[in-house]
């Protein structure tokens, strides 16, 4: 089965480590969003677990929806971004949180940024559990960020390999052996 511990060389971040951080992050957002209109937005399809147990978590009135963009192909990112389905909600009187599974090149985050901008929000914000700062390619600051990780590929909570792997409760090291066969 491909979807077992089998092909991961270490688990990076424990689903303890994982659900500990996510309080901590709605603790400040609950704080951070009293009194205000806050939607989350989910960014498919890596992002579902967080934004899901992220929400729970918070202790504020919020909305979700979602968006469904591509640039990642295997183990590298490609440059481009494209859209496959945008949200359905009117922004206009929403404080939008965008909500991404890892910030790699900062591609997708600088598309999606400028994506929403131009829906003119009340406000605009980014969260992502992950972040990679050595494969930067594109200048993007994190308003919320979960855990700095090292430039090693990842699977789990959400994450894939080619559509894979994504149900694993733990962020595990994939081995390099997996995506090079
Ligand atoms: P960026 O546009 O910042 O280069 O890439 C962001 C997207 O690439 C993330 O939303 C994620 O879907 C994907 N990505 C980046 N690094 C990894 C990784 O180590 N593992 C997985 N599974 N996806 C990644
Ligand atoms: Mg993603």
């Known amino acids: 089965m491909r979807n077992d511990k089998t092909d991961i060389l270490k688990i990076i971040i424990s689903e303890e480590e994982i ?8 603790e400040k957002i609950s704080v951070d969003y009293k009194d205000k ?12 677990f967080f934004s899901v147990d992220l929400i729970r978590q918070l ?44 910030l790699d090149s900062g591609r997708t985050f600088s598309f999606l940024l400028k994506h929403f ?3 003119n ?38 994450m894939d390999y080619d559509q894979q792997y994504r149900q694993l409760p733990f962020i595990g090291e994939l081995k390099p052996e997996v995506y090079t066969k």
């Open 19 to 26: 659900q500990e951080k996510i309080k901590e992050l709605a």
């Open 121 to 158: 929000p009340k406000s605009l914000k980014s969260c992502s559990l992950l972040d990679k700062p050595d494969r930067r390619v594109v200048d993007v600051v994190l308003d919320y960020t979960g855990f700095i990780i090292p430039d090693v590929f990842i699977v789990g909570y959400g």
């Open 37 to 48: 209109n806050l939607l989350l937005i989910c960014v498919m399809n890596g992002s579902i």
């Open 59 to 102: 202790k504020v009135k919020a909305d979700l929806d979602y968006i469904s963009v591509a640039s990642y192909h295997g183990t590298a990112s490609t440059g481009a971004v494209t859209l496959h389905r945008d949200i359905s909600t009117d922004v206009s009187d929403k404080d939008v949180l965008i909500i991404e599974d890892i």
């Open 117 to 119: 901008k131009k829906m």
